[in-house]
């Protein structure tokens, strides 16, 4: 497996402002996803971190929302723009492992907007 | 569409065994099963591949009939530790290394 950190690990925010959440790995990956989990629901994935081109979104989910980076193999960043109450999720990464062919996810941020 | 898991729910006194569907509209390359604890990340059990069965655990187990795109998560003589939501993580065929996960089954084990 792998060891997978995030930042923050909780927030509470203002409604219309931004926050970026920092996703750290202990070793090279070459795949990082990003999910919403909402209160008492499932995953939902929102876009999969490709290291030196855009991230790929899925379905509901654009780039304006939620910007993404992925400067290196080991770090990714999720941005929630101009946030509403609605966003108040659990937002997860993961990286996908060759040899396992599985994928492992960090501890969540809880995000909490007023 | 997200994958169906049944049952939403359900309730066992330990040593009792369990067992949680999951079915997709989708052709699928594997079946992933994961089990998350109240306020916890999801914690990877086990990866079922097209074609082949595969056990992660001494007491739990797992199924997946591709052709049905069906998986069948099996727990037998359930322990207090095995409480929790388990969600199937599907992939499909036409999307690797992508997972979509199912709607969630919520297991609680009673002494």
């Known amino acids: 497996s792998a060891v997978i950190s995030q930042k923050p690990s909780r927030d509470i925010c203002q409604r219309g402002t931004s926050l970026t959440i920092q996703c750290q790995v202990d070793s090279q990956v070459t795949m990082m996803f990003w999910y919403r989990q909402q209160p008492g629901q499932s995953l939902t994935l929102i876009a999969t971190a490709n290291q030196g081109s855009e991230a790929t979104y899925e379905s509901g989910f654009v780039i304006d929302k939620f910007p993404i980076s992925r400067p290196n193999l080991t770090f990714s960043t999720l941005t929630v723009s101009n946030m509403s109450p609605e966003d108040s999720s659990i937002y997860l990464c993961?990286?996908?492992?060759?040899?396992?062919?599985?994928?492992?996810f960090g501890p969540g941020t809880r995000l909490l907007v007023l | 569409q997200q994958p169906v898991q049944s049952p939403q729910a359900v309730i066992l006194r330990e040593g009792e065994d369990a067992v949680i569907n999951c079915s997709s509209s989708?052709?699928?390359?594997?079946v992933h099963w994961y089990r998350q604890k109240h306020g916890e990340a999801p914690v990877f059990l086990m990866i079922l591949l097209k074609g082949g069965e595969q056990k992660g655990h001494e007491k739990i187990s797992a199924s997946f009939n591709e052709k049905k795109q069906q998986s069948s998560l099996y727990l037998t003589a359930s322990q207090l530790s095995y409480s929790g939501t388990y969600f199937c993580g599907t992939e499909e065929l036409r999307r690797a290394n992508n997972l979509f996960f199912g709607t969630g089954t919520r297991l609680t084990v009673i002494p």
């Open positions: 989708k052709a699928l390359y594997s």
């Open positions: 993961s990286v996908g492992l060759a040899a396992s062919k599985t994928q492992y």
